[in-house]
């Protein structure tokens, strides 16, 4: 019986690496590059190797200028082709050509003509390039089209149109300031990227004006705007009025406040959670304002969609910094994220919930975050190390388990700047909180016991020199201190050399006895521990 045919997992993994651009070189892609010139041209052929030349362009690949001139006059050719397809690939190509002032003229006539053609697709493709690649001079015979294409009713030509004024008002911003009157109708279309596109143009153009962008901002407030995206340049905009704007009502509303808040129960939840995030972010904002942005918030925290979740719990770990009280409520929904299979949302809850729990939940955190450290990189474990000191100085009464458990993920395994991070972590709360003091030196001698790290011994070993003399039993340090001038490499065991020498000159009972060691250190076959 014939065994079915299946694929090996080392097949599908060279199937999942393999790049159709796989060892493409550019000389081969040049020499293909004839195929331009070929009085039967192959529409297919054609676009595939203009795929290659432009998979080169974007990876850095720089091209000579006698290459790039004959590919750009290759190309040119291709405007006799019929082809739709291929025709959106010529316009890729001149884009990233980017020809000189004399080459431009060559394609100037085709692109003018393509930019009135009936055809809505060369048109507003027309309109990029013609932008992208021209001066001066030649926009100023063309303004009058580029301004009949920003009120074409096809929403295509117009966003090409709105588009390209924004990247040409920053070579020619006096030629694209003239746009203005049709750039104001634009923002009244029914199409959402258009009037997305020409608020963000419009903005741009009176940036620079105050009052102007105010007038703005006052007008569309008023509920003209009806694309999802627009109206989140609105707020953003918005937020930039009522930052700029110092001038609060004797009554002490704020500005346009009413406006945000009532973006909170659009229908379309990447507005909404843009006036959340808005509101949070108002300087001097009140309980009062954060309370109806903290429900919205929380009820983000429940979506099924991951995005939502990740982009809540953020915006609430930033208030928490601030208002920790505020975000208080909600904790409950946080609880139920640590266990979320993405480990970045995951991370953000559990930071978030240690700024904003109360001493009696402390514990119950330390279980939940045990399990949790396992599943996650170390960037996210250096973040939840950071937060987890944060609360210790806060709640100094908890620092047993807090050190208890900053001392179990110190001897897990982890790369240097996670244990740095834990160490530094540790030292910081010896200093700060003096019943640590004795405990956490402890930690730091069973530490470098095995410790891979040669910085993060030096380390220890110079702090156990400044604070260790100052315990209640300094000799309890000595044999670890000992330890490593047997065990350890040069800069170590001069470290630990230099250490004992600290204990010996601070505490006087213990002066015979570093002496000894100190006189078998000086047969060490390292110069700079025998003399240190």
């Given at each position: 019986?014939a065994?079915?045919?299946?694929?090996?997992?080392?097949?599908?993994d060279?199937e999942a690496?393999?790049?159709?651009?796989?060892?493409?070189?550019?000389?081969?892609?040049?020499?293909?590059a004839?195929v331009?010139?070929?009085?039967?041209?192959?529409?297919?052929?054609?676009?595939?190797?203009?795929?290659?030349?432009?998979y080169?362009?974007?990876?850095?690949?720089?091209?000579?200028?006698v290459?790039?001139t004959?590919?750009?006059?290759?190309?040119t050719?291709?405007?006799?082709s019929?082809?739709?397809g291929l025709?959106?690939?010529?316009?890729l190509?001149?884009?990233?050509?980017?020809p000189s002032a004399?080459?431009?003229?060559?394609?100037?006539?085709?692109l003018?003509k393509?930019?009135?053609s009936k055809?809505?697709?060369?048109?507003?493709?027309?309109?990029?390039?013609l932008?992208?690649?021209?001066?001066?001079?030649l926009?100023?015979?063309?303004?009058?089209y580029l301004?009949?294409?920003?009120?074409?009713k096809n929403?295509?030509?117009?966003?090409?149109?709105?588009v390209?004024?924004i990247?040409l008002?920053q070579t020619?911003?006096?030629?694209?300031?003239?746009?203005s009157?049709?750039?104001?109708?634009?923002?009244?279309?029914?199409?959402?990227?258009?009037?997305?596109?020409a608020?963000a143009l419009?903005?741009?153009i009176?940036?620079?004006d105050?009052l102007?962008?105010s007038k703005l901002v006052?007008s569309?407030t008023?509920?003209?705007?009806?694309s999802?995206?627009?109206?989140c340049?609105?707020?953003?905009?918005?937020?930039?009025v009522?930052?700029?704007?110092?001038n609060?009502?004797?009554?002490?509303d704020?500005?346009?406040?009413d406006?945000?808040?009532s973006?909170?129960?659009?229908?379309a939840?990447m507005?909404?959670f843009?006036a959340a995030?808005?509101?949070?972010?108002?300087?001097?904002v009140t309980n009062r304002e954060?309370?109806?942005a903290?429900?919205?918030?929380q009820?983000f925290l429940?979506s099924?969609?991951p995005?939502?979740?990740?982009a809540?719990?953020?915006t609430?770990n930033k208030?928490?910094?601030?208002?920790?009280?505020?975000v208080?409520?909600?904790n409950?929904?946080?609880?139920?994220?640590?266990?979320d299979?993405?480990?970045?949302?995951?991370?953000l809850a559990?930071?978030?919930?240690?700024?904003?729990?109360?001493?009696?939940?402390?514990?119950?955190?330390?279980?939940?975050i045990t399990n949790?450290?396992?599943?996650?990189?170390d960037?996210?474990?250096?973040?939840?190390?950071?937060a987890?000191?944060?609360?210790c100085?806060?709640?100094?009464l908890?620092?047993r388990?807090l050190?208890n458990?900053l001392s179990?993920?110190?001897?897990?395994?982890?790369g240097?700047?996670y244990?740095?991070?834990i160490?530094?972590?540790?030292v910081?709360?010896?200093?700060?909180?003096?019943?640590?003091?004795e405990?956490g030196?402890?930690?730091l001698?069973?530490?470098?016991?095995?410790?891979?790290?040669?910085?993060?011994?030096?380390?220890?070993l110079?702090f156990?020199g400044?604070?260790?003399?100052?315990?209640?039993?300094?000799?309890?340090?000595?044999?670890?201190?000992?330890?490593?001038?047997h065990?350890?490499?040069?800069?170590?065991?001069?470290?630990?050399?230099s250490?004992?020498?600290?204990f010996?000159?601070?505490v006087?009972?213990?002066?015979?006895?570093i002496?000894?060691?100190l006189?078998r250190c000086?047969?060490?076959?390292?110069d700079e521990?025998?003399?240190?």
């Open positions: 019986m065994q079915p045919l299946v694929k090996k997992d080392d097949d599908r060279d690496d393999y790049s159709p651009f796989l060892g493409i070189e550019k000389g081969a892609v040049l020499q293909e004839r331009f010139n070929d009085p039967q041209l192959d529409a297919r052929r054609c676009s595939q190797v203009i795929t290659k030349l432009l080169l362009l974007n990876q850095g690949e720089t091209f000579t200028k290459e790039a004959e590919v750009f006059f290759a190309v050719k291709l405007f006799q019929r082809d739709i025709r959106r690939m010529v316009y190509m001149i884009k990233e050509l980017s004399d080459e431009v003229i060559i394609v100037t006539s085709s003018m393509d930019m009135n055809t809505d697709m060369y048109r507003a493709n027309a309109i990029r390039v932008c992208r690649i021209t001066d001066g001079t926009l100023t015979q063309i303004e009058r301004k009949q294409a920003i009120v074409d929403p295509v030509v117009a966003s090409a149109a709105l390209s004024g990247h008002l020619n911003p006096e030629i694209v300031k003239r746009w009157n049709e750039v104001q109708e634009a923002v009244q279309s029914r199409a959402a990227l258009v009037q997305f596109h608020l419009l903005h741009q009176r940036q620079n105050r102007a962008v006052t569309l008023r509920g003209t705007v009806r999802p995206l627009a109206q340049l609105l707020i953003r905009y918005t937020s930039q009522i930052r700029e704007s110092s609060i009502n004797q009554t002490g704020r500005p346009f406040y406006y945000l808040e973006c909170l129960r659009h229908k939840e507005v909404i843009e995030k808005a509101i949070t972010e108002l300087s001097g954060l309370t109806p903290i429900t919205v918030l009820l429940s099924s969609k995005v939502l979740r990740f809540a719990v953020r609430l208030v928490a910094m601030t208002h920790p009280m505020a208080t409520n909600c409950i929904d946080m609880e139920s994220l640590i266990s299979p993405n480990r970045s949302i995951a991370t559990i930071t978030t919930l240690l700024k904003t729990g109360n001493e009696s939940s402390v514990d119950r955190l330390m279980k939940q949790f450290m396992s599943d996650i990189a960037e996210f474990k250096i973040v939840v190390v950071e987890i000191r944060s609360l100085l806060k709640f100094p908890k620092y388990s050190m458990f179990n993920i110190l001897r897990e395994e982890g240097f700047e244990k740095k991070a160490v530094d972590s540790i910081i709360l010896i200093r700060d909180i003096p019943d640590a003091k405990s030196l402890l930690h001698c069973e530490f470098i016991e095995d410790c891979e790290f040669t910085y993060l011994s030096t380390q220890i110079h156990l400044i604070e260790g003399p100052k315990t209640s039993d300094p000799s309890k340090y000595i044999r670890y201190i000992y330890n490593r001038v065990l350890e490499n040069a800069t170590v065991r001069a470290s630990a050399v250490t004992l020498a600290k010996g000159a601070l006087d009972s213990l002066k015979p006895r002496f000894i060691l006189r000086l047969f060490d076959s390292d521990v025998s003399y240190f």
